[in-house]
């Protein structure tokens, strides 16, 4: 299975691409993860949605549609998801009702710094998602609180419940993505 990484955080030292690494080191043989980097993808602009995307954004549109499923990790600005990540959407949902993500089996995480871990942005992350007719994988949310001491120096998850929970969770999203 082929799962495309998408962290919506544009920052270096992002928690969520932290999260999405360590993930993507500790997946069995049968699952492979490509991180998916934003930061290139422009505005959404109608006027340039046409025929020939700008390159950036059918990059990422070509992602989308050679994975097996997304697993997007999303801070939480303001209690909602970043608007990088929603203006990635906004670019991939296009054409509406027959995108690429439409059908793609999707997992939502996120990693915060907070005692929340970011739950209140997957909820909005998930209502998105709904109008893009992307499926989300629902089981328990994996929210990483307090997520700064979360790593070790190798950028691994330190604690063995968390990793625990996070193989649960992929071993289930796994399951769940390849049924669909």
């Known amino acids: 299975m082929k799962v495309l990484a998408i962290s919506g955080s544009l920052r270096q030292d992002s928690l969520n691409t932290r999260l999405l690494k360590a ?24 006027d340039l949605d ?31 998801v970043p608007g990088v990540l929603k203006n990635a959407i906004d670019w991939a949902s296009r054409p509406a ?17 907070s005692h929340t871990g970011g739950v209140r942005a997957q909820v909005h992350l998930r209502d998105i998602l709904l109008a893009t007719l992307t ?5 328990p949310d ?10 070790d120096e190798q950028g691994r998850l330190a604690d063995k419940n968390t990793r625990d929970f996070i193989q649960q969770y992929l071993s289930g999203y796994t399951r769940w993505a390849a049924s669909q």
């Open 97 to 113: 009702f027959n995108s690429v993500m439409r059908g793609k089996p999707t997992g939502v995480i996120s990693a915060s710094m």
């Open 23 to 46: 993930i993507a080191d500790s997946v069995d043989e049968n699952v492979s993860i490509e991180l998916f980097d934003l930061a290139d993808i422009p505005f959404y602009n109608g």
């Open 50 to 80: 046409g025929d020939t995307k700008p390159a950036p954004v059918q990059a990422l549109l070509d992602a989308i549609a050679d994975a097996d499923g997304m697993l997007i990790a999303t801070p939480e600005y303001n209690y909602s």
């Open 135 to 139: 499926p989300v994988y629902l089981a």
């Open 142 to 151: 994996f929210a990483l609180a307090s997520a700064h001491t979360a790593f």
